[in-house]
């Protein structure tokens, strides 16, 4: 729940004051508090939170793991990881923070220690002074998601004398029966605004900027419909294979592991419409309002691919089906192209085209927004006036920016038009980032859910892509190193050009 | 008239081939050949065009003054003077060029003389094989620009084997009668397509990139109305004072210096509707049309200003009153501010704010395009989002270019809009331009009139500004050094912020 309700300009929802310099007092319990989610991400962004004095200095972190473990050899191998990820580390900060670390030993099955831990945790909190705030962070395999949201709410720990919230990872089921059943276990314990669904895609700045870049912008909502856009493309290309996740990846594909969550939410961020106020209910209304809309996909608007042997940077690689734990006739897609249209005023007739894979030719996460040519082309009589259409690149990464592409006349006697690039990236112009865990920590503290995938939005995600999951289309091989299979380009309508890039 | 004729695109109009390396061969003739437009802009642009290998090796440019002057050291001079302006001249172009440079004495009165002078430049057309294809450029003080068309006229000269073209430079006229008088005389010899009336303003690559910007780019073309824009404001400042122009400048003032001419041009860019063909009639007709749609000016929306005492770039520098040759009581205005309005369906409402000054804080020339704010300022319940319309920023001087002014999200956990701006360049893009006096040399040899002032747009423009001449608003006095009078700002309307720059 919001921490400091207050009312917005206009005035329908309570919001919360996003520029509170620091949370309130918490306890925070890490589920498989010494995974490599932890050390890698959770513990790095906590502490850079407690560097920016964000962190409460009251506030305790509780690492929950099977194996018996002292709280002095956590806090020395958490500090370890975390100088691992950050650079400007301060000693006087790092002590402080390594104080507030804790470890306790939770052993499976959970139904039968949580009790316990919920004991072990009220201690720690009356000792440190604590109100009851409290997140239980579920950094833990998919398959135990279920049985300890369960024991956590047996155990009575759903509510405390002050805020509960839960945060579960993805993938968040594995189809929409498996979704729906999850959501339903969570929802016995525990109500919608307590849990806090992670996509890390909507932390990252330049996704949090779509909107703002819509919606204070005149100059692009203006054009932000049928009449002005051709097209849009969202890919996210991978150079790395399966690597060493080749036990879930076989079982769930890049469909499960990429579309139904991150690009899903892409598309739902360029495409919804104006929310009345930037609250999370009104943001998140409006993205399931846009999936709504979108029409069923056919066999036709989707191909799925694969990756053989090939070279990445120079080096050669081998296929997925030599990757270790990879069964050698999978069928397990690692490629998706992918045609949407959403019927309804804003987009009838735009096809949102989607594409994500692995061991492809760069790394790459990018919207490519194609607007209309001009309907008369009066330069067109000239030589080496070749008009081009305007587009409008959002880089997420490798470098969070964008690009406004835009034709002005070439300098001379002549009359030659050029395409050029505005460019802004956004580390240039304020420096390094914060990490898209540090933004999405923070707002679980603060209770902000705007950056968190809604129950209704899952299920109605996994929804639209159940005709998919049931007869996948047939799988096309590409080389390691390429931009997928070539009859990805059949997935464009004929007169739009080609995959940006390819 | 065109050289090479060929249908446009949209087959209405006969058009130029402007990617043509080269023109026909002809013989330019340069009356005041000897002065100081003459040696300091059209000799070294003929120049930097024979070098380009745009001018025939065998034409021909003859600079006629009063006084007898041998061949040898009106070349020594001319190529002095070329020197002094063109950087990288290679010895062999230098040389080429200065072998078709001539000087013929041309005394006055004209109309006694020039019969003479012209059996002189057909002796040299045969001498040197030329096509009769002429060039009679007025590089004249203003008063003798009639009696020289007038003895061309009479000399029989208006007409040769070849195309014959007239170019007058500005002032054109005093106001409307005299326009109207120039205009006649000329047109007794003389048709429109043949006369060249230069506003150098019109050569700069910037401006001619204005229609390709707005018709090439739907991005742009699409916000171009009432609908988005809130104001235009178009400043030409220079730091200058009057200099050695005080005679012309006591009887002459801003608002015909430069207003009449410059600023209009440029507003009828902004403001015309978009043409049917890229050809020099369909343009021209267009920015007539928005003259004619000009609302009349009153008083109450202009503003003269005379610069007094003050300080540029630190050094004292005095009053336009104190200036040599210049009345102590002098009351030509030295800055002039105006608001326009354009009652057509595009403009109607949006107020066009134009505003030029010598001896003002900053040599500039640009033009913002202002566009309207959201309608709904979702952000504007967080601190720090005092959201900002986007603004285009064209700039003429003293850097080619333009900024896009629009707002990001701040990196960071708050959420907070900050203005950032796209910035394009010319010299940066596609490094040093082509001076003004090329392209529009180039473009009276190739005959294309896009880039010049027609009849009818100078009349109108003069029928425009006729009540300010004829009752100019109180004179409010500036420091050197300012962005002029204080009252200036009341020439905008009050919730359209402030001059920019100021």
Redesign the interface.
């Known amino acids: 729940m919001p921490s400091t309700p ?5 005035g329908h929802e309570k ?1 919360i004051d ?2 509170a310099p620091c949370c309130e007092p918490m306890l925070m319990v890490i589920l498989g508090g010494t995974g490599d989610l932890s050390h890698r991400m959770i513990l790095p962004a906590l502490y850079r939170l407690a560097q920016q004095g ?1 962190l409460d200095s009251k506030s305790q972190i509780v690492a929950a793991g099977r194996r018996a473990l002292p709280d002095e050899e956590f806090r020395k191998h958490a500090m370890q990881a975390i100088r691992r990820e950050v650079a400007d580390i301060s000693a006087d900060a790092a002590s402080s923070f390594a104080r507030n670390l804790h470890y306790r030993q939770l052993q499976e099955p959970y139904a039968e220690y949580m009790t316990g831990f919920g004991s072990q945790i009220a201690e720690l909190e009356q000792q440190c002074g604590l109100p009851g705030n409290r997140i239980f962070y579920l950094a833990l395999p998919q398959d135990a998601f279920a049985p300890a949201a369960q024991a956590i709410g047996e155990a009575g720990l759903a509510n405390s004398r002050g805020w509960t919230r839960i945060v579960v990872e993805k993938p968040f089921g594995h189809d929409l029966r498996s979704a729906q059943a999850l959501n339903a276990l969570l929802h016995r314990y525990f109500n919608e605004p307590q849990i806090f669904r992670i996509d890390h895609y909507l932390g990252k ?1 330049t996704v ?2 779509l909107l ?2 819509r ?9 932000w419909n049928r009449d ?1 856009i051709e097209s849009v493309q969202i890919t996210v290309s991978e150079t790395l294979g399966v690597e060493s996740r080749a036990a879930f990846y076989e079982s769930a594909g890049a469909l499960r592991d990429m579309v139904q969550n991150h690009l899903t939410q892409l598309l739902c961020l360029i495409a919804m419409e ?5 609250g999370a209910e009104a943001i998140r209304d409006e993205k399931v309002k846009v999936l709504r809309s979108v029409t069923p996909i056919s066999s036709a608007s989707a191909l799925f691919g694969q990756y053989q042997r090939g070279y990445i940077d120079g080096e050669p690689v081998v296929g997925y089906r030599e990757d270790a734990g990879v069964a050698p006739d999978s069928n397990t897609e690692t490629f998706v192209a992918l045609r949407l249209g959403i019927e309804n005023w804003r987009w009838q007739g735009v096809p949102f085209y989607l594409r994500v894979g692995k061991r492809m030719a760069r790394r790459l996460s990018q919207i490519v927004i194609q ?14 006036c070749d ?1 081009h ?2 587009a409008l690149t959002i880089t997420l990464q490798p470098d969070e920016g964008f690009n ?1 592409c ?12 050029r395409s ?1 690039r ?3 990236q ?1 580390a240039e ?2 420096g390094p ?2 990490t898209a865990y ?2 999405l920590l ?2 679980i503290m603060k209770g902000d859910q705007t950056l968190f995938v809604r129950a209704d939005w899952l299920e109605q995600s996994w929804r639209l892509y159940a005709p998919l999951l049931e007869s996948p289309p047939q799988l096309k091989h590409y080389p390691s190193g390429s931009w997928g299979p070539e009859a990805a380009k059949d997935i464009l309508y004929p007169d739009h050009g080609h995959w940006l890039p390819s």
Chains 1, 2 share one sequence.
């Open positions: 207050r009312a917005t300009a206009t919001e996003m520029s964000r700045e949090q900027n703002v870049l919606l204070a912008n005149p100059i692009f909502e203006t054009l002005r104006a929310p009345g106020s930037f607007f209309r040519r001009p309907p008369v082309m009066i330069f067109e009589a000239f030589e080496g008009v259409s305007n406004l835009f034709e002005v006349k070439e300098p001379g006697q002549d009359i030659a038009v050029q505005l460019h802004f956004y112009a304020f980032l914060p540090e933004t923070l707002d």
